[in-house]
């Protein structure tokens, strides 16, 4: 008890946790739970406010050349039905966004080579000439000159999730990727100016304790703007639908430590995390989160979005989704954000 006590005191004081002190936050239990979530909540309250920020998800191909073992859309899933959206309707999407109050679009996708990155610049640019929007982008590893054309062209963010800090782990999981390869690209869009954003996913298969506290502890060295944490939830079309789902009380524990230790981030209340359980964004809320992305993917297609099964967001209209949303900040005396979002560290 001492000992988690002192090292939760410790980082109050603006200390700065090693591993082994990190895993002793992420041991937490019972009263230690409740404690770390009232500190993170202190902590999120003084460093980003109270408003909660809404960010619009548009994503507009389900295409992917990676075979990540853990994702409905890698590339060896042959059930998957794939859908790419022409640019017309993903600049509907947006105006939809726009139009519902949003000042956040997240352009997401697969690696789908389809798009070049001039049609992806000119998407940029159309978004940013039509509406007073901050646009986000996730559309995996690229080289530095894409990245580079992207955030001419108006891009303000890119979010690039680490999953895990283990470099073995991360190549059996991406067997065609490297944790050094995804971190050069962190790196990269930090030098172009981008708002950056990684992220974890709690309860992989081979992660431990230690992994944890390495991947919280990752994402405070690359002073990540923005950080997804989210639990690992099997899909039946990939190589590890036999896997156990991540748990939701270690989900909760990583995001309210990462909010310790980055205090002045936008963490999100994960779709993930709304899809283990009805009470997800909530409870998210309630331990250091203050982002909440709708999915305001086309109707049609938003269901074949499916990196994870029994998504949370596939049946939301996206006007009653919005009305949801507000109701439940209301519920915790939580204001909606009326600005970008931009970052504040």
């Known amino acids: 008890m001492h000992s988690f006590t002192a090292n939760l005191n410790k980082i109050l004081a603006g200390g700065r946790l090693g591993q082994p002190e990190l895993e002793t936050l992420l041991g937490a239990r019972g009263e230690q739970i409740r404690d770390l979530f009232a500190a993170a909540n202190r902590v999120r309250r003084s460093g980003v406010g109270n408003a909660v920020h809404l960010r619009a ?12 073992l853990y994702c409905g859309l890698r590339r060896d899933n042959k059930t998957l039905p794939r859908y790419r959206l022409v640019m017309a309707d993903i600049l509907d999407a947006a105006g939809r966004a726009a139009s519902l109050g949003y000042r956040t679009v997240v352009l997401q996708s697969g690696e789908d080579p389809y798009y070049s990155a001039a049609d992806i610049a000119r998407l940029v640019e159309q978004i940013k000439a039509r509406h007073d929007l901050a646009v986000t982008l996730s559309l ?20 690039l999730k680490q999953e895990t800090s283990d470099p073995v782990l991360f190549e059996y999981l991406k067997p065609d990727g490297s944790l050094q390869k995804r971190l050069q690209c962190l790196l990269w869009l930090k030098e172009l100016g981008y708002q950056t954003g990684s992220g974890n996913m709690v309860g992989l298969p081979g992660q431990t304790t230690a992994t ?66 009805p009470e997800g964004h909530k409870l998210a809320l309630g331990c250091g989160a203050n982002v909440i992305m709708p999915n305001l993917t086309p109707a049609g297609v938003r269901d074949k979005y499916m990196i994870y099964p029994q998504k949370a967001d596939i049946k939301d209209d996206p006007v009653k989704a919005k009305r949801d949303i507000e109701d439940l900040l209301a519920s915790l005396a939580r204001p909606l954000a009326t600005d970008y979002g931009h970052a504040l560290t």
Request: net charge positive.
């Open 57 to 68: 998800i548009i994503e507009f191909s389900n295409y992917c050349r990676k075979n990540c």
């Open 140 to 159: 995996g590893e690229h080289n530095r000159e894409t990245y580079s054309t992207w955030r001419k062209a108006g891009a303000d963010r890119y979010l």
């Open 212 to 277: 944890l506290a390495r991947d919280i502890a990752l994402m405070r060295e690359l002073d990540v703007e923005m950080a997804g944490i989210g639990p690992f939830l099997p899909h039946q079309d990939t190589p590890l639908r036999s896997a156990a789902p991540g748990k939701l009380e270690t989900t909760l524990v990583t995001l309210a430590i990462t909010r310790l230790c980055l205090p002045r981030a936008h963490l999100p209340a994960t779709t993930s995390l709304g899809t283990l359980t």
